[in-house]
């Protein structure tokens, strides 16, 4: 009775197995399932999830920030890069048949810069955000989409980041000649006939374009890891990520 029942029991489980298998090739399948069962994220605790996510937000906000803050981090990368305002955007084309052409570069690698000085100021407000996660967020997080940290942060920082930003992109204008060069160079459309330029707050423009590229590095470092495995630095991250 006893053998009858291991058998019983042994087919129910031989049929089970052949039922997930399916008609994929039943090697493959069996260990995918196998490996789904024992390592998939949903079997780690929730405080191994939480550390994962959290060391994975300061390697991927630490190199956004590191990136953007470099010489060039924003001008040289075309996909933050902040240009002219609309204001002026529809008049580069006649500033340059005018000859100011090398003006409106200088004030764009001048906005850029700018935006690269004040980059390192949202190093220790990531840096809280990520402190203050609780298991609940990580574990969304996680199981989101492949920008859902970079969502976190916009809704947890950007105020937080506007704030920080302010002074810094206004300090670095003054530094490198933003306003200067923003003021003659709408002093010049206005004698010019091609139109004049209306009030315009150029700090706050690259305050604004100064974050959004920030948040679009972050994204770029928080796919890596998602996706990368060579991005998935240390053990914890591979346990995390790596299923």
Wanted: hydrophobic share 45%.
């Amino acid at each position: 009775m006893v053998k009858t029942s291991i058998r019983f029991a042994l087919g129910s489980a031989a049929l089970v197995l052949l039922v997930l298998v399916g008609a994929a090739p039943a090697h493959a399948q069996l260990d995918r399932w196998l490996r789904g069962l024992s390592g998939s994220s949903a079997g780690l605790s929730d405080a191994k999830i939480a550390d994962g996510l959290k060391q994975a937000l300061q390697i991927g906000t630490g190199n956004a920030v590191s990136l953007t803050s470099k010489l060039d981090g924003y001008l040289a990368n075309e996909a933050i890069k902040i240009l002219l305002p609309d204001n002026l955007r529809t008049l580069e084309q006649g500033l340059r048949l005018v000859g100011q052409g090398a003006r409106v570069d200088e004030l764009v690698v001048s906005m850029n810069r700018a935006a690269e000085r004040a980059a390192p100021a949202a190093r220790s407000i990531f840096v809280d955000a990520v402190g203050a996660m609780s298991f609940d967020d990580a574990r969304t997080i996680l199981q989101g989409g492949q920008t859902a940290a970079t969502e976190y942060f916009k809704d947890k920082t950007t105020g937080k980041l506007t704030t920080a930003f302010a002074p810094a992109v206004e300090k670095a204008m003054n530094e490198v000649g933003v306003t200067r060069q923003y003021k003659e160079l709408t002093g010049t459309l206005r004698a010019l006939p091609i139109g004049g330029a209306d009030a315009f707050d150029l700090d706050r423009y690259v305050v604004t374009k100064a974050l959004d590229g920030l948040f679009v590095v972050v994204a770029e470092e928080e796919k890596k890891i998602r996706t990368d495995p060579a991005a998935r630095v240390t053990d914890l991250l591979k346990d995390v990520f790596g299923r």
